[in-house]
C-alpha cells in the first residue's frame, strides 16, 4: 500500500474546497491527517474555565486568546484547545500563527493523554513554543513543560490538587482544571 504525505498547503487547500465535512475534527501531524476525537461535556467545561481565566490577559492586550484554532508547527497543523499569542496587529487575518508565537499552549486530556504527550509536546517543543500545560483529567494533575528544547522540554513538573498555575499574572488553582 502506498501511503501519501499531505503538504501545509494541500491541507489548507482541502479545506477551503470543502473536502472535509465542517464538524470534522482533524490535525495534521507530519503529513498525516489525525482525526480527534469529539469534545465531552468536562473537557468542554475546564477549556471554558481557562478561557475565562485568561480573558483579562486579552482584554489587557498582553496576549491573544486562541481557542481550538490552528496553530502551524513545522509541517503539521494543530489545534491546542488553548493557546496564548503574542499580540499581533492583524490578529493574525493573513496567515495562522506559529510555534514561535505562541507564549504558552493548553492540552486538556481525558482521552488523549498518550497521544498529547507523545506526539503534540515533542513537536510543540521543537516549534519553540516555550510553556505548555497538559491537563489530565484521569490522573487529576496538570504537567508542566518550560524551556524547549529538541524534541522535549528541560523543565518538567508535575502538580495535582492544592497547586496554583501562573502565567503572565493570571493564577490558576490546580483544583480549577481536576
Same mark, same amino acid.
Given at each position: 500500500m502506498t501511503r501519501h504525505k499531505v503538504s501545509l498547503e494541500?491541507?489548507?487547500r482541502m479545506v477551503e474546497a470543502g473536502v472535509f465535512p465542517e464538524d470534522l475534527r482533524l490535525e495534521l501531524v507530519e503529513g498525516d491527517l489525525v482525526?480527534?476525537?469529539?469534545?465531552?461535556p468536562k473537557h468542554a467545561a475546564i477549556v471554558r474555565r481557562l478561557t475565562t481565566r485568561f480573558a483579562p490577559l486579552a482584554a489587557r492586550g498582553e496576549a491573544l486568546l486562541s481557542v481550538q484554532n490552528p496553530l502551524v508547527v513545522g509541517s503539521?497543523? /494543530?489545534y491546542p484547545d488553548l493557546a &496564548? %499569542?503574542?499580540?499581533? =496587529? @492583524? *490578529?493574525?487575518?493573513? !496567515?495562522?500563527?506559529?510555534?514561535?508565537?505562541?507564549l504558552l499552549?493548553?492540552?486538556?486530556?481525558?482521552?488523549?493523554?498518550?497521544?498529547d504527550l507523545g506526539v503534540k509536546l515533542p513537536l510543540y517543543a521543537q516549534a519553540g513554543v516555550p510553556e505548555v500545560w497538559v491537563?489530565? /483529567?484521569?490522573?487529576?494533575?496538570? &504537567? %508542566?513543560?518550560?524551556? =524547549? @528544547? *529538541?524534541?522535549?522540554? !528541560?523543565?518538567?513538573?508535575?502538580l495535582g490538587p492544592g497547586a496554583r498555575l501562573a502565567f503572565l499574572g493570571a493564577e490558576i488553582p490546580t483544583e480549577e482544571l481536576l
Open positions: 494541500e491541507f489548507h482525526e480527534r476525537s469529539p469534545i465531552g503539521s497543523e /494543530l &496564548l %499569542l503574542r499580540p499581533d =496587529p @492583524e *490578529g493574525y487575518a493573513s !496567515r495562522h500563527p506559529e510555534g514561535k508565537d505562541a499552549v493548553v492540552e486538556v486530556a481525558d482521552t488523549s493523554l498518550r497521544y491537563v489530565d /483529567l484521569l490522573g487529576q494533575r496538570v &504537567l %508542566l513543560h518550560r524551556k =524547549p @528544547e *529538541g524534541e522535549g522540554y !528541560r523543565e518538567g513538573k508535575t
